[in-house]
C-alpha cells in the first residue's frame, strides 16, 4: 500500500473509529478514567440509572480539582454512547437498560494502560510461548508421516530426559523472577479477552444488521438467503464468526479443561513469587474461567436471539413490507433528485403534513399523592339516639316541600267570605308563609282548580332573609271551594 493510499485510509479511520476518537477527545483522561473505574473491572455492565449516579458522584470529586465538566453524568454518557464508546442494551431481569463497554473504549483504555505501564516488549516467557505455539503448529500441520513423526519422537525424548533428570533428584524451580514475569504475560494476554468478546458481539451484531439487509434488497433471482433461512439453516451459527466461537466456547465449557485450569491456577497463586501481584490480579485469575463461561453463555445466547429473531423476521413475512417501505424511498429519492434541477430545496410547498405529537409539560406541575392528606384531624362528633319530634319533622318537611294543605285552607276560608278571589287577594289576607314556595303553590292550584284571565297582578311576600318581594304574575281566580 502506498503512502497516499494508506493516508486516506487512516484519514477515514480517525473519523470513523470509536478508539481514534477517544484517545483524540479533549476529556480523554477523564473519560477513560470514568469508563475503566465503573465499567472497566469485574462489573462491565450497570444500569443506567447506576452509572449515571456513580459518574455525577465522580463529577463532583473532579471539579473540585479545577476540572470544567459542564454536564451531569446522563448527559456525559447520552455523549459516549453517540461517539461509541458505551453500548445501550434493554436490561435482562427488570425494566430499564443498561451501559457496557464497546470493543473501541475498551481498547483504548488498554492503549492508555500499557502507556502508562509499559511492559517489557521482549520477554525470554512471550518468546517461550511463541516457541511453543510454533512448534506445536508445525507438528500439527505437516503433511509428511516420516518428519511429524520424527518431530514427536524429539519431543518425548526430552520429556522422557526431564523425568529421568527428576527421578534422579535434579529438580530445578523456575527462578521467581522469571516465574512473576510469565504470569504477568499471562495476565496481560487474559486481559485482551473481554475485548474480544465485546468484539465478537459487535461482529455478531453487524452480521445480524447484514443478512436482514440482504434479505430485504434480494429480489426474485437472489433468493439464497432467503431460501436457507426457510430450510431452518441458521446463517448466524454458521458464519465464519459463528463456527470460530463455537470452537472456542466448547473448549471453555469442556469440564476437563475447566478443571484442569482452575487447579493450575490454584497451584501458581500458592507459590511465594505470586505474592508480588495485586489483589485485583490475584482475584482475576481465580474467576478467569467463570468470567469466560458467564461470557461464552452471553454471546451463546446473542447468537441464538439474532437466529431465531431472523426467522422469524422472515417467517412472518415482515421483510416483504420493508421491500415496499424500501421501494417508496428509493422512489421518493429519485424524484427528489430529478426536481432538484428544477426547484430549489428552499423552495415553499403547499404540503401540510399533521404528525403525531405528546403534549408536553413540566414535571414539577405534577402534585404528588400524599396519604396525611386523608387523615381525620377533627374529633369525631357522637349524637345521641333519640325520640323523633313531629314539630321538628313538620318543620323539615316545610323547608323542602309546598304544603299545599294550608294554601288549600287559606283559599277556602277566603271564599267563604266572597263568592270569588285571586292569588293576589288569597295572599293579602293570608302572607306567605313559605315565601316564594307559597306563590309557586297558589298558582299551581289556580292552574288545576282556577280560572286563567287576561292581565296581571302584583303580589308581594317576604323572602327567607326577611326581606320584602315584589313580582307580576299572571291572574288566576279561584271560584269554587278546593279540594
Known sequence: MSAVSQTHALRQLVETDATWRLLRADNAPVIAALLNEHLGGENRRLPAEELYERVDHELDSLRAHGLDLPQSGQGYCAEWRKSGFLTRRPAEEARGETFELAPGALAA?????????????????????????????????????????????????????????????ELDTLDPARALERVRDILAQAEEIPSDFARVRAEFENLNRDLR???????????????????????????????????????????????????????????????ELSPGQRRYLRRFIGTLKDHSGEIHEVITTFARGLRRYV???DYQRDRVLRGLLRSALAAGVEAST???????????????????????GIRLHDPADLDATAPITVHEQG???????????????????????NVNAVLAETPHCTVGEVLERHPASQGVASVVG????????????????TVRWHGADHSPRVADIPIHRFTGRLL
Open 109 to 169: 483504555i488498554r492503549i492508555l494502560e500499557q502507556l502508562e505501564a509499559p511492559r517489557q516488549t521482549v520477554t525470554e516467557s512471550r518468546l517461550a510461548s511463541i516457541g511453543v505455539q510454533l512448534g506445536q503448529l508445525a507438528i500439527e500441520t505437516d503433511p509428511d508421516a516420516t518428519r511429524r513423526l520424527e518431530q514427536l519422537h524429539a519431543q518425548r525424548d526430552r520429556l522422557d530426559a526431564q523425568i529421568d533428570r527428576i527421578n534422579a533428584g
Open 213 to 275: 439487509a440482504r434479505i430485504v434488497e434480494s429480489d426474485d433471482s437472489q433468493r439464497s438467503v432467503l431460501d436457507e433461512v426457510f430450510r431452518g439453516v441458521d446463517l448466524i451459527a454458521q458464519s465464519d464468526e459463528g463456527r470460530s466461537f463455537a470452537g472456542f466456547s466448547a473448549l471453555v465449557l469442556d469440564p476437563a479443561v475447566g478443571a484442569a485450569f482452575d487447579d493450575d491456577i490454584a497451584r501458581v497463586l500458592d507459590r511465594d513469587f505470586t505474592a
Open 315 to 317: 417467517q412472518s413475512q
Open 342 to 364: 428544477q426547484i430549489k430545496p428552499y423552495q415553499p410547498t403547499t404540503l401540510r403534513l399533521d404528525l403525531s405529537a405528546v403534549a408536553l409539560g413540566s414535571i414539577g
Open 387 to 409: 325520640v323523633a319530634d313531629l314539630e321538628a319533622l313538620r318543620a323539615l318537611a316545610r323547608e323542602t316541600e309546598i304544603d299545599f294543605a294550608e294554601l288549600i285552607t
Open 442 to 457: 297558589l298558582l299551581t292550584l289556580a292552574a288545576n282548580q282556577g280560572i286563567a284571565l287576561d292581565g296581571t297582578e
